[in-house]
């Protein structure tokens, strides 16, 4: 699509039928459609609130730039007339590379348009030392592109999910003494834009990791919520309005920082992060003579090695729930959104846990949010990485995440 001026729009009109306003209302279309599936025309124009024409006008023209693709026509049950031609995103139409940085692995995929992951390659290491990091992440990203072949040139950038402060917090880890001091001086996504001609974006690693969800999962039925990941240290991410928020310092959302509490309101040492991350499973699970990578698969919940969760859930589930009543009384949520990269049933046994925990509080004054079960898991940050760039040049840009309207 051609650079066209755009303005912004009021709260109450999604699209706008001026004529000055091709190009905005081109991503208006994109964005539902992304957001809802394939839509038939009249469809589109009633989630967007453009005139059938305009949007008739923008589907053709979309089809034409090889970006929207008629599906089969579809009959709706009891309808009369012609059956409806669904309009879908085209998947080769675009693609984005999706890289993760993170404290135990790095994470390289390709995403085609229609957020299919089409290659992943991940090099996992007891931490990230930054000699040995770049010189892989960019083999890793030549052939990601290479992998695409001629869809190479409708690459729309690289977009790069990380920690803010990835030598942060290096007593955790088993690393030679100022391993990771060298990251405080690294600007990551300017080391990436070296490797590249193609456009670069960052987010932090779990903002990365919310974009998914709010785009590609939970996030499709829900305006307000906060969203944990449980990976090596816990963190999270948060929606207003259905909007990503990340904050003047892109660090909103950051529930791994929340100071833990002990009884009777006396303090406790350390953060949420000191309890509820997957490196403490990763401790115990080495510290019984286990490796440490069970913490993340289906060993973690298998008879064999479970006592070691349960004993970590302990402290997880009762921490997490403090600190997601703590949020609500702030901020009003609807949902909490936790996912991670751990074993789908212990994920699941830790959502239920914490609920039960929350049930012991006293509600008074405050909504209590409903705990729900992530969509994307393991590579949400890497996948959330991928979305930045594709956002960047095909989502409304006054209103990067725009939610579908209520029928």
């Known amino acids: 699509m051609s650079e066209r001026p755009a303005r912004k729009a009021s709260m109450h009109s999604v699209g706008s039928n001026q004529l000055g306003m091709r190009q905005f209302n081109e991503r208006i279309v994109l964005q539902a459609i992304r957001l809802n599936g394939a839509l038939p025309k009249a469809d589109v124009a009633r989630v967007t609130r453009l005139s059938m024409q305009t949007v008739s006008l923008i589907v053709d023209h979309l089809i034409e730039d090889g970006l929207l693709v008629k599906e089969p026509r579809s009959r709706v049950r009891g309808r009369i007339g012609q059956p409806s031609v669904p309009i879908s995103l085209r998947a080769d139409g675009a693609y984005s590379i999706g890289v993760k940085v993170g404290r135990r692995s790095l994470d390289v995929l390709s995403m085609d348009f229609a957020g299919k992951v089409r290659t992943r390659e991940t090099l996992e290491y007891p931490y990230p030392d930054p000699h040995t990091l770049f010189p892989a992440l960019e083999e890793r990203l030549a052939r990601a592109i290479d992998a695409l072949g001629e869809g190479a040139a409708k690459i729309a950038g690289i977009g790069v999910a990380a920690p803010l402060w990835l030598g942060g917090w290096r007593d955790f880890f088993d690393t030679p003494p100022d391993a990771l001091t060298a990251w405080n001086e690294i600007d990551i996504r300017a080391r990436i834009q070296a490797m590249t001609d193609l456009p670069v974006e960052f987010a932090k690693d779990t903002t990365a990791a919310c974009a ?196």
């Open 212 to 407: 998914a969800e709010l785009v590609m999962g939970q996030g499709r039925g829900l305006r307000n919520f906060l969203y944990v990941f449980i990976g090596t240290f816990i963190g999270g991410g948060l929606v207003i309005d259905g909007r990503l928020h990340a904050g003047p310092g892109g660090n909103a959302g950051a529930i791994g920082s929340l100071p833990l509490s002990g009884a009777n309101g006396q303090a406790r040492a350390g953060q949420l992060l000191n309890t509820a991350s997957v490196y403490v499973l990763e401790k115990a699970f080495a510290a019984a003579g286990a490796s440490p990578d069970a913490a993340h698969d289906e060993r973690a919940w298998s008879p064999q090695w479970r006592a070691l969760s349960e004993a970590w859930m302990r402290e997880t589930c009762p921490a997490l729930a403090m600190s997601v009543a703590s949020s609500s009384a702030l901020l009003d949520l609807e949902a909490i959104v936790i996912d991670g990269e751990i074993d789908r049933a212990l994920l699941r046994e830790v959502i239920r846990r914490t609920d039960d925990a929350l049930a012991a509080f006293d509600w008074q004054g405050m909504t209590r949010p409903r705990l729900v079960e992530g969509q994307i898991g393991p590579d949400a940050r890497a996948m959330g990485g991928a979305i930045l760039p594709l956002y960047a040049h095909f989502a409304p840009k006054h209103e990067l995440f725009l939610k579908p309207l209520e029928s």
